[in-house]
């Protein structure tokens, strides 16, 4: 799961991760997807930046400066409402796509 | 909302940077401190980091990206990049822009006359309804209407929402100031109706107001009010006197209002006091003009007319015998004859545009090859492909816009220059080049050839750069076989110039040749020191004996002036049109099936000899023949003859008119005189004497011994001295009148332009091999060192550079040569005594393209014989 290709699934895993964790920069939800995912989703970090920034764009998220645990400074995101529709959007096409690949591999 | 922040964001994106550079580093800063609490060494938890992150200048620029509408600005540094590029080269910038501006003015300047021929040529409420009716018998297959078979079909037609016709008429004026001769056009009541025209002053005819013995009116043209008038703003309801008759003024008609198959007409009045020929049902003097229903074909409206003269055809076989009924759009009939000639001018632009968008391509290429490494530099640093395409795009459009601005400078020049080539009696002819100019239309071809232009400019060097080679090209430096992609590609291009220069030479050739014998024609006379005038006779000359006798009185006084040799006095001169002519066969043998209608000019005994004319057999006739009690004598040509005697001396025999069942004696015949247009074939024609009751003028002939311009002022001063009040119009001087005669003047337009087209084309198409072969050389000099080095004389390097270049131009050439005999088959109703496949023309086009692909070879040959391979080998 690297790069652009799944963009939309970037997408969802940030937004994901700011309903759950709330107020958090950039690295800190690079951790949290590899955590919650148990290791087996990496994302390119870098990446992240270009679609937090898009978002933020779209309105979907807000974000400000602030100081982190280990006292950096840290561009901190946050969910909107807008954020929040995108999201239920986002899982319920995501749980969609599941679905039908699922049944698609129990046929054949 | 997110789009205009994006550009707001532009404004300020140096803070916007900073912050996203600050963001990112903070996010490297955090992932290396976590790598040194996992027990990383500094150097390995950076490493790591920077690993995991990506490239941070492309994540740089992606966020960016994603916060400002960047695309915008790239496209800004684009164009200032490319613009400094060209300053930078400004040899290779004023060539390209130069050639382009070439082949985009051309081709605009051309199609804004095909715009104003082609495209709109009827300035009238819904054109496309609007048609030309005719009659139509073997001899004049577009003919003149009858006045009383058109208001037959007047009554008979269902599919024509309205039918009208009109005639030439020619009035004297008499002002204060004297008598002029004014055109006019004598019209039905509903003309003006059907064209959808309104006079912007006064009204227009009423229906019925051309019934016989209506009180006369006249609607005056613009320019006639203008001109005759002053701008009277009282002028409705003034009377004029035109041929001895009042008329009132009713309307004055707009400004832009033309009339193009008439030309200028200063006076319009209702037929309504029918002349003695539109009376009679076999006399054809009038144009129809007609509008069919909505919903019907013009091929329905041509069906229910060819019914409708079958049935008039039963009704009266006197008159009517053998006439049919054609209905063409109203466009054919106005721009039918130069419709082919505009769109071969405006294939040829294109083929020139074609050329000069090929030599741009080649130079631009040429430019990539030295731009190979930068290019290269750029992939490598991260440049995308698209971005790099991007650039060449921008570079394109940049020199488009330029060369475009540039181009339609150029094409208002031409087509100013081309509209003062229109001779002035042709623009009255032609109204709607008046409306010649750049508008929407023109415009929008402009903008599309440029959108053209800008895809194959850009296209080309974009090809090149594909991704696999760009390694090389970064090791390879500045030289090594860098030139292999171009020289394939450049002299593929140089062979589609060549061969398109090819078509467009054969096309001015034939074009040229035609013209050259079109004036080379056999016109059966001799029209230098010829000239003539038109003189009507004023309506107080109330007899047949008293017209007769002015016409002696003017032929002695101008016959008595130095100068003037002899005097004659026709109908028409030559070298006009043919006309339908009048219907006559042998005396008592059986009418052939089909119509033998002669064209007939009526002419004084002097006319003949005065013009030159060859006597073949028999005699002229003399003047006392003119008398109408003695027995009727005509002359016929030898055409005639031939139709009429096949196997006999026509000498001695009768005709008889059919109509009116007079009978002639035929007294001599003449060599065919061109009486109709110079690429017309011969036909038939008869001259009868002078008979001058049906003509209300007559054309005055003379022969001088001198400069013929010079006598026309004392012409119409000496008539003028006869009578003050007789009008004398129309001067003119018979070999200029051929010269601008319809065919010639059509046949030179188009000579000439496809000639300048093709002289460019030629100097492009050499530029271009030039261009090819130089950088062949200049690509080879090491490799000629060498040879030079291991002893090759100066005569193998100059066959080295000639095989190289004869493959090119033979190929060009011979490839061209095909394209041309397809081409000029397409135009051949453009040539006239010349084939598509002319050998001489093509023979001389290849000859001279040969000839100039040497003289564009020999120059870089010689460079390449006279290589020093000492200086060649070191310059390495």
């Not at chain 2, 996992?38 to 994603?66: E, I």
């Not at chain 2, 054809?284 to 409206?301: D, E, K, M």
């Not at chain 2, 072969?773 to 490799?783: C, K, M, N």
Request: glycine share 8%.
């Amino acid at each position: 799961m690297a790069k652009n290709d799944l963009q939309g699934s970037l997408d969802l895993l940030i937004l994901k991760t700011l309903s759950r964790v709330g107020d958090l920069h950039g690295y800190g939800i690079v951790l949290h997807i590899q955590r919650a995912s148990e290791d087996l989703l990496s994302v390119e970090e870098g990446s992240l930046y270009p679609a937090l920034h898009r978002m933020e764009q779209s309105g979907w998220v807000t974000s400000h400066w602030g100081l982190t645990e280990t006292k950096r400074k840290a561009k901190f995101y946050k969910l909107t409402l807008a954020g929040r529709k995108q999201l239920k959007e986002a899982e319920e096409s995501f749980e969609q796509l599941v679905k039908g690949v699922r049944a698609m591999l129990r046929y054949a | 909302m997110s789009a205009i922040s994006r550009i707001a964001n532009l404004f300020r994106r140096t803070r916007i940077r900073r912050e996203i550079d600050r963001e990112l580093a903070s996010h490297i800063d955090l992932r290396i401190e976590d790598n040194l609490a996992s027990g990383m060494s500094p150097r390995q938890a950076r490493r790591d980091a920077l690993v995991r992150f990506g490239n941070p200048m492309v994540m740089k620029d992606r966020t960016t990206a994603s916060d400002t509408a960047l695309l915008l600005e790239s496209i800004f540094s684009d164009v200032r990049y490319a613009c400094r590029q060209l300053f930078k080269n400004p040899g290779f910038a004023a060539t390209a822009i130069l050639v382009l501006s070439l082949g985009i003015g051309a081709s605009v300047a051309i199609f804004a006359f095909v715009d104003a021929a082609l495209i709109k040529p009827l300035p009238y409420k819904e054109p496309a309804r609007l048609t030309a009716v005719y009659e139509t018998v073997p001899s004049c297959l577009l003919c003149n209407v009858s006045y009383q078979n058109f208001l037959d079909w007047r009554k008979m037609t269902r599919t024509f929402e309205s039918l009208e016709v009109w005639g030439y008429a020619r009035y004297a004026l008499h002002s204060p100031e004297g008598v002029q001769s004014i055109d006019g056009t004598r019209v039905s009541d509903g003309f003006f109706r059907i064209l959808g025209v309104a006079p912007m002053m006064g009204r227009d005819f009423h229906a019925g107001e051309d019934a016989p013995g209506a009180p006369r009116t006249a609607i005056i043209s613009y320019g006639a009010w203008q001109k005759l008038f002053g701008s009277d703003p009282h002028i409705l309801g003034k009377v004029v006197r035109l041929d001895d008759l009042s008329y009132a003024v009713i309307g004055v008609l707009p400004q832009d209002f033309h009339f193009s198959p008439r030309g200028d007409s200063d006076f319009w009045t209702a037929l309504n006091d029918p002349d003695g020929c539109q009376k009679r049902r076999g006399c054809h003097s009038l144009f129809g003009i007609g509008r069919i229903r909505s919903g019907v074909s013009i091929a329905g409206a041509a069906e229910e007319m060819k019914a409708i003269a079958a049935q008039l055809e039963k009704q009266h076989p006197d008159s009517n015998n053998g006439f049919g009924a054609v209905v063409l759009p109203l466009s054919d009939a106005v721009v039918g004859k130069i419709r082919p000639i505009l769109i071969v001018l405006l294939c040829g632009a294109g083929l020139l545009l074609l050329i000069a968008c090929v030599n741009v391509v080649s130079l631009l290429l040429l430019r990539s090859e030295g731009r190979r490494q930068e290019i290269a530099v750029r992939g490598a640093l991260g440049a995308s492909l698209p971005r790099l395409m991007r650039q060449f795009i921008t570079e394109g459009v940049v020199l488009v816009t330029a060369g475009a601005a540039l181009g339609m400078a150029l094409a208002y020049v031409a087509m100013r220059a081309l509209l003062s080539l229109v001779p002035t009696n042709r623009m009255s002819a032609n109204p709607y080049l008046e409306g010649l100019g750049f508008n929407p239309h023109v415009a929008a071809f402009a903008a599309c050839i440029a959108v053209l232009a800008i895809l194959l400019l850009s296209a080309a060097p974009a090809l090149r750069l594909r991704a696999r080679d760009m390694r090389g090209d970064l090791a390879e430096g500045s030289r090594g076989s860098a030139g292999q992609t171009w020289k394939r590609l450049g002299s593929k291009l140089v062979m589609v110039e060549l061969a398109t220069a090819v078509v467009l030479l054969v096309g001015a050739g034939l074009l040229g040749k035609s013209l050259y014998l079109l004036l080379r024609v056999n016109t059966g006379f001799t029209p230098d020191h010829l000239a003539s005038v038109v003189v009507s006779i004023p309506k107080s000359y109330t007899t047949d004996a008293q017209a007769m006798e002015l016409e002696r009185v003017i032929q002695n006084r101008v016959g008595a002036l130095p100068g003037v040799r002899s005097t004659a006095i026709t109908n028409s001169t030559p070298v006009r049109d043919w006309d339908g002519g009048t219907y006559i066969w042998v005396s008592g043998r059986p009418l052939p099936k089909e119509r033998t209608d002669v064209p007939e000019r009526d002419v004084s005994a002097s006319y003949l000899p005065t013009i030159g004319a060859r006597l073949l057999h028999g005699r002229y006739f003399t003047d006392t023949e003119n008398d109408p009690a003695k027995p009727r004598v005509v002359v016929i040509n030898e055409t005639m003859a031939r139709q009429f005697f096949p196997s006999e001396d026509a000498i001695g025999k009768q005709l008889t008119y059919v109509g009116s069942k007079e009978k002639v004696e035929v007294i001599g015949v003449v060599e065919d005189i061109k009486e109709g247009q110079l690429d017309t074939p011969n036909r038939a024609a008869m001259y009868v004497p002078f008979n001058q009751d049906s003509w209300g003028s007559f054309n005055l002939v003379i022969r001088t011994s001198q400069e013929p311009g010079a006598l026309l002022p004392t012409l119409t001063s000496a008539v003028h001295e006869i009578d003050k009040e007789i009008p004398v119009s129309h001067a003119a001087i018979l070999t200029d009148d051929i010269r601008d005669s319809n065919s010639a003047y059509l046949h030179r337009t188009s000579a000439w332009l496809v000639g300048g087209f093709a002289a460019l084309a030629l100097v492009l198409a050499v530029i271009g091999l030039y261009g090819v072969i130089a950088y062949s050389v200049a690509q080879r000099t090491r490799e000629i060192g060498v040879r030079m080095a291991l002893g090759a004389q100066r005569s193998s390097v100059y066959n080295l550079i000639f095989k190289e270049a004869g493959w090119l131009v033979a190929i060009g050439i011979v490839s061209g040569l095909l394209c041309s005999v397809a081409a000029a088959t397409l135009m051949r109703s453009l040539l006239f005594g010349t084939q598509a496949w002319d050998a001489l023309t093509l023979a001389a086009v290849a000859a001279v393209l040969t000839i100039s692909a040497l003289l564009a070879s020999y120059i870089p040959a010689r460079r390449a014989a006279s290589v020093n391979p000492v200086e060649a080998l070191r310059a390495e």
